[in-house]
């Protein structure tokens, strides 16, 4: 027996590569705040952290739902009404080859789901770089390497299709599109939309479209859907109460499947296997999918109100700052400036965070360009609060940088 007997559990090496920069800044703020400071927190895309909060009719149907009993499990892909209320929202939509609509925990689960029913070991998937974390660790998880493609800062954001186009592979099975993105807050036009789809069609490969954000525009433009303008190729739509409808700790996401019926029969299946063996997503929450998608949208009119003037006022500090620079976001909340600075984004975070207490996420987290320095901002906080933060980062970066 060795000397010394190591009781340590050690967890799967699979987990290795299994990061999530946006939380895993979580432990540093904790101890500043122990130290008595407070913590302007531009980290984290959660609305009810700041003065936005859940439609009180989608509370109403929840709390209707738990009365009346509905504290039971929820049939696997969802209950009746809420699938009925997502098809009528993928119609309004203009997804016309609905073949599938499942509901999960949160758009988290329909990703985890919709990739490991798809992957085998060898397979790839086209990921964006900067890429909302999410994806990576998924496919960590999975033992999936990474195949990421560039999305051009020069040209606002938008997918680099040169750069899609070489990354396809003979193991290429899908690609993904965060539209609008997280973290730079990017829109796609039709005419990107209509390219993805054409080099998905030409190449069999399965979009994950994530429209997570596609009530939360910021200039006068909708967001499309490519679903819609693709309705012949293999499309998952992902949707959820946790952006549009500020729910996000109901954990209530979906997933619209459209395209070919007989291509698409096999894999629906084999996403019915996954979504049997976790039994089922929230059951309650369930019931404000229909009172979301089919009753008042009026909240949306006010946070997009305020959504931008935040915006604004962001992309106002970042092009007036010594060292930063930023692609104005048109959805989301999310901006994602570029930093002229001579060490790694991370140490900036990490020092803004000890010596400002002001909380962002590093760009190397969501991957960047090498040679580039990015930060994400969450421009939820109010203006107040946005025009101290960003006074601390001006003032952090005249002293670190002299
Ligand atoms: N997809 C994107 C692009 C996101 O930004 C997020 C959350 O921030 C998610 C998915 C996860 O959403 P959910 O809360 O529904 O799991």
């Known amino acids: ?64 739902a738990m009365k009346d009993g509905k504290n039971g499990y929820a049939p696997s892909p969802g209950i009746k009404p809420a699938l009925d209320a997502i098809r009528a929202e993928a119609a309004r939509k203009g997804i016309t080859t609905v073949q599938d ?24 998937l086209l990921t964006p770089s900067p890429d909302y974390p999410l994806y990576s660790a998924v496919l960590a998880k999975l033992g999936i390497e990474l195949n990421t493609y560039t999305l051009n800062e020069d040209d606002g954001w938008q997918p680099d299709l040169i750069d899609v186009h070489k990354k396809i ?25 209509e390219a993805i789809a054409e080099l998905a069609r030409r190449n069999n490969l399965v979009i994950f479209a994530d429209e997570i954000y ?15 303008l693709a309705p012949d190729v293999p499309v998952i739509t992902f949707g959820g109460l946790s952006k ?7 954990r209530i996401g979906w997933g619209i499947v459209s395209g070919e019926a007989a291509a698409l029969k096999p894999y629906i299946e084999g996403i019915h296997r996954l979504l049997r063996s976790r039994l089922c997503a929230n059951h309650p929450e369930q019931y404000a999918i229909p009172a979301a998608l089919e ?36 959805g989301a909340f999310y901006a994602y400036p570029r930093l002229d600075i001579p060490e790694g984004d991370d140490v900036f975070v990490k020092e803004l965070l000890v010596k400002k207490h ?42 670190r940088y002299k």
Not at 244 to 250: E, F, K, R, S
């Open 358 to 399: 002001v909380l962002v996420v590093h760009g190397s987290g969501f991957g960047q360009k090498p040679g580039t320095h990015h930060f994400r901002i969450v421009f939820l906080p109010d203006e107040q609060t946005l025009t101290t933060a960003y006074a601390n980062i001006a003032d952090f970066i005249k002293t």
């Open 169 to 193: 592979t003979p193991r290429t099975r899908g690609i993904v599109l965060i539209n609008p993105n997280n973290p730079t807050g990017a829109v796609c036009s039709r005419r990107m939309l």
């Open 1 to 64: 027996m060795p000397a010394t007997t190591s009781r340590e559990i050690i967890p799967a090496s699979r987990l290795d590569n299994v990061r999530y920069a946006i939380r895993d800044l979580a432990c540093i703020a904790d101890e500043v705040a122990k130290k008595g400071h407070k913590i302007l927190p531009l980290n984290i895309g959660d609305p009810l952290n700041f003065d936005f909060a859940t439609p009180p009719h989608l509370i109403e149907a929840v709390y209707q």
């Open 101 to 124: 609509a499942f509901i999960t925990s949160g758009v988290s689960e329909t990703v985890d789901i919709c990739l490991t029913a798809l992957l085998n070991p060898g397979d790839n």
């Open 295 to 330: 009753g008042p949208q009026d909240h949306l009119v006010e946070v997009n109100a305020k959504l931008r003037a935040r915006c604004d006022l962001t992309v106002k500090w970042c092009n007036s700052t010594p060292r930063v620079s930023c692609v104005a976001p048109r």
């Open 244 to 250: 549009n409808y500020l729910a996000p700790g109901w």
């Open 214 to 228: 596609d009530k939360l525009i910021l200039d006068d433009d909708k967001c499309l859907s490519l679903a819609a």
